[in-house]
C-alpha cells in the first residue's frame, strides 16, 4: 500500500468522484489516532492526483501560505477502510501517517465575476493536470509564451540568461510548476484563484523538489502586495475571463521592472464566434456546469450540423477532447474576445506599450498569399497595422492572441524590428527553424519546417543568405558570406530577411 496521499478515481470519468461523500469537521477539531486506508477499487489509483477537487495534507497548505480544514473520515471503525467522506469538492484522499486536510475556499475578491471564475476553476482544474514533468513528451512541450522558446521576441536587445524573476499570472495546474523545472535557476512565482489548481501545483513543487517555486491563491488585481518585480510575467488565458482587463494589466504592469516583458494570451475574436454561438444557445437552455450539463454539451456538439462554424474550433483544439476544456470553453461564465486593434488598444489603456506578437506567420501576408500577385503587393503596401488587421480577417481562423508588451520608458528601438531603414543591416538573425527534405526541389533551392506550419521552399539565392545563419553573424556579414554579387545587399537582405521574420523561421537580434 502506497504511504502517500492518494486520490482514487473511479471510471470512466471524474463524475463519479463527485459522488463520494466525506465530512468536514471544525476547523479547531483534531483527528487523533485516526487512520484512513485506500478504497480498493477497480479504477486507478493516482498519487496526489488532484484532477477535480482540493484536498491537500497541511504541508502543502504551508507551502501556499493559507489556512488548512481538516477531513474526518466518517468510518465508524479505524479498522476497515474508509469508504464514506463528506465534503465539497469531492474525492477520497487517504494516507496512512497523515490527517486529511482541505484548502479553505475562502475568497478575497470583491468581485462576482472573480467568485464566479474561481468557482468553476475549482470544479473543473483546467487544463488537464500533468503527472510528471520529466516524461520526454512533458519536457519537449513548451508554451508560445516560454522565454527561452521566444527570448528573441520578449528580450531582442538582451543575450538570454535564465536567472530571472518570473511571474506566472493565473497558473492553473501546471504553468508555473512547469516554468520552475525546465529554468532551474529562475525564479518562478505562480498565482491563481483556484486551490485546487494550486494544490496540484504545489504536488509538482514537492514531486519534483522545485525549490524555486512559490505558489499564493489570490486575484491579479492584488499581485502588489507580494512586494515583488518581475523581469518577466507570463499570462495566458487568464485576462480575458477578468471583470475589468485592463484593470488586471495595469496591476500586472506595476510589478514589471522597467526593462521587463509581458507575455499575454487573449481570445481571438473571429476563431471563438462558433463558440460564443453555442454559449448563447446553452444559455438560452440555462444550462450551468454540471456534469449533466457536460453531458448535455457533448450531445449538442455530437448533433450539430457538420457545416455549423464551431466545427472547425471543435477539431483544432484540444478542450473539445475532455470536460474540464468543455466547460472552459461553452460553458463558462466569464469570458470575452479581441479583434488585433483591440489588442493594440488594451495594452494602450493599461499604460504599456505593445511590442510585437509571438509568431508573426499569422499576421503577416508571406506564406500565406502569392508574393507575384498584385494581391500581395497591395497589401503589403499597407501601413504595418493594417497589414495585421487585413491577414486577421483574412485568416478568420484566430481562436487566439499571443502578444507581448512593456513600459512605455523601454527604447523602441530595443525591440521594434524595422527593415524600413538600412539599420536592420546590423540585426543578428537567428534560426527558428529546420531544413527538411522535400522532392522536386529546383537545384540550390532549400524547404523549410517550423512547426505547425507547413514546409516553405527557398529559392537558391535566399537559400544562400539562409545557410550564412549562425546567431553570430549580422545580416550585412550574412550577405557578404554568401558570396552573392550583382544585387544591391540592401535590398536583396530587406526581401530575403523580411520574409525569414515574417514567417517566423528567423528572430532578429537588436543591438543594445
Request: proline fraction near 6%.
Amino acid at each position: 500500500m502506497s504511504t502517500g496521499i492518494q486520490a482514487t478515481i473511479s471510471t470512466p470519468s471524474i463524475a463519479a468522484v463527485s459522488r463520494t461523500r466525506a465530512r468536514i469537521s471544525s476547523i479547531r477539531d483534531w483527528i487523533s489516532g485516526r487512520e484512513c486506508r485506500p478504497v480498493p477499487s477497480s479504477g486507478a489509483v493516482c498519487p496526489y492526483n488532484f484532477l477535480s477537487a482540493s484536498f491537500i495534507p497541511l504541508k502543502y497548505g504551508r507551502i501556499m501560505g493559507v489556512q488548512a480544514m481538516k477531513i474526518e473520515p466518517s468510518c465508524a471503525d479505524n479498522e476497515r477502510p474508509c469508504r464514506s467522506f463528506r465534503a465539497r469538492p469531492s474525492v477520497v484522499a487517504c494516507s496512512p501517517d497523515l490527517p486529511f486536510y482541505v484548502r479553505s475556499f475562502a475568497m478575497s475578491a470583491s468581485a462576482s465575476g472573480n467568485a464566479a471564475v474561481a468557482q468553476q476553476y475549482e470544479k473543473w482544474v483546467y487544463p488537464a493536470p500533468l503527472q510528471d514533468l520529466s516524461v520526454p513528451e512533458v519536457r519537449a512541450r513548451r508554451d508560445g509564451g516560454d522565454y527561452e522558446r521566444n527570448w528573441h521576441t520578449f528580450f531582442p536587445e538582451k543575450p538570454f540568461r535564465d536567472d530571472i524573476d518570473v511571474l506566472v499570472a493565473g497558473c492553473g495546474s501546471n504553468a508555473a510548476a512547469r516554468y520552475a523545472f525546465n529554468h532551474p535557476t529562475a525564479r518562478v512565482t505562480g498565482i491563481d484563484l483556484s486551490s485546487s489548481s494550486l494544490a496540484h501545483e504545489a504536488f509538482l513543487k514537492d514531486k519534483h523538489k522545485l525549490n524555486n517555486l512559490s505558489l499564493h491563491q489570490m486575484r491579479i488585481e492584488e499581485i502588489a502586495s507580494l512586494g515583488k518585480q518581475y523581469d518577466f510575467i507570463d499570462v495566458s488565458g487568464v485576462l480575458h475571463h477578468l471583470p475589468d482587463p485592463v484593470g488586471g494589466l495595469k496591476a500586472l504592469g506595476s510589478v514589471l521592472k522597467p526593462d521587463g516583458t509581458i507575455a499575454i494570451m487573449i481570445y481571438g475574436q473571429y476563431g471563438r464566434t462558433g463558440v460564443y454561438m453555442l454559449q448563447e444557445m446553452f444559455r438560452l437552455m440555462g444550462l450551468g456546469q454540471s456534469e449533466a450539463d457536460v453531458v448535455t454539451v457533448k450531445q449538442t456538439l455530437a448533433s450539430l450540423p457538420k457545416a455549423h462554424v464551431v466545427q472547425g474550433y471543435v477539431e483544432r483544439t484540444r478542450d473539445s477532447k475532455y470536460d474540464a476544456g468543455l466547460v472552459d470553453s461553452f460553458l463558462h461564465r466569464q469570458d470575452r474576445a479581441y479583434t488585433v486593434q483591440q489588442c493594440i488598444d488594451f495594452a494602450k489603456d493599461a499604460g504599456l506599450s505593445f511590442m510585437n506578437w509571438w509568431d508573426n506567420i499569422l499576421y503577416y501576408p508571406e506564406g500565406q498569399l502569392n508574393i507575384n500577385h498584385e494581391f500581395y503587393r497591395r497589401v503589403n503596401a499597407m501601413p504595418e497595422r493594417s497589414i495585421w488587421q487585413f491577414m486577421e480577417l483574412y485568416n478568420g481562423t484566430l481562436g487566439q492572441h499571443g502578444f507581448c508588451v512593456c513600459h512605455p520608458s523601454r527604447p523602441e528601438k530595443n525591440y521594434r524590428v524595422d527593415f524600413t531603414t538600412e539599420a536592420f543591416m546590423n540585426y543578428v538573425p537567428v534560426r527558428r527553424c529546420a531544413e527538411v527534405r522535400k522532392e522536386g526541389l529546383q537545384e540550390g533551392s532549400i524547404a523549410l519546417k517550423r512547426e505547425p506550419h507547413p514546409v516553405y521552399t527557398l529559392d537558391p539565392a535566399a537559400a544562400k543568405l539562409f545557410r550564412q545563419i549562425d546567431g553570430i553573424k549580422t545580416v550585412r556579414q550574412c550577405f557578404e558570406a554568401s558570396g552573392i554579387t550583382g544585387i544591391d545587399p540592401v535590398i536583396a537582405c530587406r526581401v530575403a530577411f523580411r520574409y525569414l521574420w515574417r514567417l517566423s523561421y528567423i528572430f532578429m537580434k537588436l543591438p543594445a
